[in-house]
């Protein structure tokens, strides 16, 4: 996404491309970019219904209490 908005914006399209008008009209489209990123990522991770993202869904209460409150972490754990 951020490619693709850099060089429609007016860095690449106008400077570069000498084209009259940029399609995108912001020099930097970190905004956009970063926006249409975390919406992808929550959206298709709300709609992942497969056995992997059920097993991840199981596994995170016991992690985040684990990491809130330390309870089950007394030692290190042998990788």
């Known amino acids: 996404m951020a490619i693709v908005l850099m060089i429609l914006g007016p860095t690449v399209w106008v400077d570069i491309l000498k084209n009259e008008t940029a399609i995108f009209p912001y020099k930097y489209?970190?905004?956009?970019?970063?926006?249409?990123?975390?919406?992808s990522i929550w959206f298709f991770s709300i709609t992942d219904k497969s056995d992997n993202a059920k097993k991840?869904?199981?596994?995170?209460?016991a992690q985040d209490i684990r990491s809130q409150t330390g309870i089950g972490a007394?030692?290190?754990?042998?990788?």
Do not use: C, K
């Open 29 to 39: 489209p970190a905004l956009f970019s970063v926006t249409v990123a975390f919406v």
């Open 56 to 61: 991840e869904i199981e596994a995170f209460d």
């Open 74 to 79: 007394e030692g290190a754990v042998s990788h």
